[in-house]
Each structure stands twice: as structure tokens, then as C-alpha cells.
């Protein structure tokens, strides 16, 4: 721009001047042409007026010149000025673009936080359902950790059952040992009196046969004497050995003692467990579409059951009955596609436990989730109620759902 306006400077600066120019030189030459119809010729007057008609047509020439400079300087404007004009035009459309980029920017950053806030409550969603999840699996190892140890007790007591019996057939075997050496021991007895008695026999037929024979009984009795100490020893390690099998017996029934204990006890579980009550069930409203609004409060029955174990839900009242006294986990969700107000009541018996409700100023679907834990006698009632000018919508998808669980008993 700055460049442009000194050009239109130097324009109008060059237009005045040729304009004095061309005045000057008009004007001198009226005064050439007057003086030379009123005053007398001369030579010295011949001689200007030569020289005057020489000059003349040069400055007209410069007039020309500075004409044509003064053409070529318009237009020269005039193209500084279109080529200005198309580079506004430019600048503008450069201007609405970065303004609408902006725009754009900033759509997007609020888009951007928006997605922010859906990430982090997810995030937290997340975090709480992985806490559950930990709790569960603490749960679980620590049950496992009970069945692991109750498994390695029965198997070190299977373990040591068999040692035992492996000592008992060792011992049983060195009996057997002992039994043969002590039946050789008396065959040899037998076998040494019988030759004591051929000894005597031959004592009496000779003398001289009697110191042979005194001689022999002699060796005899030592090795009688050696054969009854070994016999002793013998008896003696048997009764060691009977003391020890007698032990070992004692121990094998305590853990035999323990292991039945263990059965009984592993068996009274599985009773209790067989025998402990169970009830949980689920259930879905309608595929009627929508539910309400009504001029009084209903009872709302959940006709589609999908699960029912103990049959402690009745679709036909909407009631869910407490066959036992325990603890009881129930769960409810609510779902409207109409604008006004949603929500249910949550009854036990006759008294109001809960009340949950939403507004709703658009049109679509939107969801109500609630749970409670309750302590229930055997006979109690929880039902839901659908408050009078309040509204549901339900379809095939399932969107308005009712169930429970059992805890544990009291």
C-alpha cells in the first residue's frame, strides 16, 4: 500500500508539471506571434524569430513526451490499482477462511472436551469395575488357597498312610526272617539232642568212647550255649520288633482316625452346601412397547423371565417372595423414550424403600439404574410400582429389567 500511494504521489506531481508546461509554452508562443504582427522586422529581430521557431517544436516534443509518459503512467496506475483490488479480494477471502479455521478450531477443542469427560468418566467406570473384579478374584484365590491346602493335607496323609504300610511289610518281612532262624535254631536243638542221645548210647557201650563222648557233650554245651544266647538275642529283637509294629499300628490308626475325620467333615461341606438354598432371577417388563402414563400408581408385573432359580418370582403379581431369611442383592433399570418423568417405587411388603425418578425434556431413550442389599425374612415381598403420570418404554431389547440374588442366609 505504501508503495502504491507513492506512485499515485509521484503521478500527480508529474501531471501538474507538464500541465505548467504546456501553458508556458502556449502562452510564449501568443507573445512570438503578436510581436511579430506589430513591430518592425529587423535583422536582429529575423535572427530570434529563428531561433525562436527552432525551439518551439522541441518543447512541443517534450510536451508529447511527457504526455505519453503521463498515458503510460495511468496506466500503469490503473493495473496497481486492479492488481490492489484483486489482492483485497484475496485478503478477504483469506480472512473469511482463517475466521471459519478458527471456528472449526474451536469446535473442535469443544468436541474435544467433551470426548475428555466421556474418556475419564469411563476411565472411572473402568476403574471401579477392575476394584470389583480384584475383590472377586481375592475371593477366589482365597477359597482356592483352603481347597489347596485341604487337598495337600489328604495327599500327605495318603503319603504317610503308605509309608506306613511300606514299614509294615518290612517289618512283617524281618518277622519272617527271624521266624525261619528261629525254626532252624530248634531243628538244630533237636538234631544236637539226638546226637547227644546216640552219645549216651554210646557212653554206655564203651568207656573209652565215654571221654570221646564227654569231650563232644563238652563242645556241645558251648555251642548249645552260643546257640541259646543267639536264640535270646533272637527273642529279644523280636519283642523289639513287635513293640515297634505295635506302634506303628497306633499311628496308623490316628491317621486313619484323622483321615475319616476329614471325610466326615469334607462330606458335612458338600451336605451344607447341597442343602443351602438357592434363588436368583431375572426378568424383563414387556415387548409392548410403551407402559404409562396412568391416572394412578401400578403395580408393574415383569412378564418375561429369562431366570428364575428357586422360583421365588411370580410374573403374575410381579412380586419377588424371600423363600428364606438371609441376605438378598436386587437390581432394577429403568428406560423412557418420551419427555415428562420416569422412575418406579421399590416396596418391601408395604413400606417404600426406594424412589428413584428422572425428568426427561428430549425425546430418545435414556436409562435409570439402581441396586439395594437387603435383609429379608422368609415371606417377605419387593415389588416395583409405577408412580401415576409417570412413563416406560420396553421393547424386545429389554431395556426395563428386575432381578436378584441370595447372598447368604441367617
Known amino acids: 500500500m505504501r508503495v502504491v500511494v507513492g506512485l499515485l504521489l509521484l503521478l500527480l506531481a508529474l501531471c501538474g508539471s507538464g500541465a505548467q508546461g504546456e501553458g508556458g509554452g502556449l502562452g510564449q508562443v501568443g507573445e512570438i506571434s503578436e510581436f511579430q504582427e506589430t513591430a518592425p522586422r529587423d535583422a536582429a529581430e529575423e535572427s530570434a524569430e529563428s531561433t525562436t521557431k527552432q525551439t518551439t517544436p522541441d518543447i512541443w516534443a517534450e510536451v508529447r513526451a511527457l504526455r505519453d509518459m503521463v498515458v503510460e503512467l495511468k496506466v500503469f496506475v490503473q493495473l496497481l490499482q486492479r492488481e490492489n483490488s484483486d489482492l483485497q479480494t484475496r485478503l478477504s477471502s483469506s480472512e473469511s477462511e482463517l475466521l471459519l479455521s478458527k471456528c472449526r478450531i474451536d469446535q473442535l477443542e469443544r468436541e474435544n472436551a467433551v470426548q475428555a469427560t466421556d474418556l475419564t468418566s469411563l476411565g472411572t467406570r473402568l476403574t471401579a469395575t477392575e476394584s470389583k473384579s480384584s475383590d472377586l478374584e481375592k475371593e477366589n484365590a482365597v477359597q482356592a488357597t483352603d481347597l489347596i491346602s485341604l487337598g495337600t493335607r489328604l495327599t500327605a496323609t495318603e503319603s504317610k498312610t503308605s509309608d506306613l504300610e511300606k514299614e509294615n511289610a518290612d517289618l512283617q ?92 467333615r469334607i462330606d458335612q461341606l458338600e451336605r451344607e452346601n447341597a442343602e443351602r438354598p438357592k434363588v436368583a432371577f431375572y426378568t424383563a417388563l414387556t415387548d409392548a412397547g410403551h407402559v404409562g402414563p396412568y391416572s394412578t400408581d401400578i403395580t408393574l408385573k415383569y412378564s418375561k423371565v429369562f431366570t428364575n432359580i428357586g422360583n421365588a418370582y411370580n410374573p403374575a403379581t410381579g412380586f419377588f417372595t424371600a423363600p428364606v431369611k438371609g441376605v438378598y442383592y436386587l437390581q432394577f433399570s429403568v428406560c423412557s423414550n418420551r419427555t415428562g418423568y420416569m422412575g418406579v417405587y421399590v416396596y418391601k411388603n408395604n413400606q417404600l424403600i426406594m424412589f428413584n425418578d428422572e425428568g426427561k425434556e428430549e425425546v430418545g431413550l435414556e436409562y435409570l439404574t439402581k441396586s439395594v442389599v437387603l435383609e429379608l425374612k422368609a415371606g417377605d415381598e419387593i415389588y416395583l410400582v409405577l408412580p401415576s403420570d409417570y412413563s416406560l418404554y420396553d421393547s424386545p431389547h429389554n431395556h426395563n429389567t428386575f432381578s436378584g440374588s441370595l447372598l447368604f442366609t441367617l
Not at 556241645?220 to 513293640?243: F, G, I, Y
Open 173 to 264: 518281612t524281618r518277622l519272617s526272617s527271624s521266624e525261619s532262624e528261629l525254626l532252624l535254631s530248634k531243628s538244630r536243638i533237636d538234631q544236637l539232642e539226638r546226637e547227644n542221645a546216640d552219645l549216651q548210647t554210646r557212653l554206655s557201650s564203651s568207656e573209652s568212647e565215654l571221654l570221646l563222648s564227654k569231650s563232644r557233650i563238652d563242645q556241645l554245651e558251648r555251642e548249645n550255649a552260643d546257640h541259646e544266647t543267639r536264640l535270646t538275642a533272637t527273642e529279644s529283637k523280636s519283642s523289639d520288633l513287635e513293640k515297634e509294629t505295635a506302634d506303628l499300628q497306633t499311628r496308623l490308626s490316628s491317621s486313619e482316625s484323622e483321615l475319616l475325620l476329614s471325610k466326615s
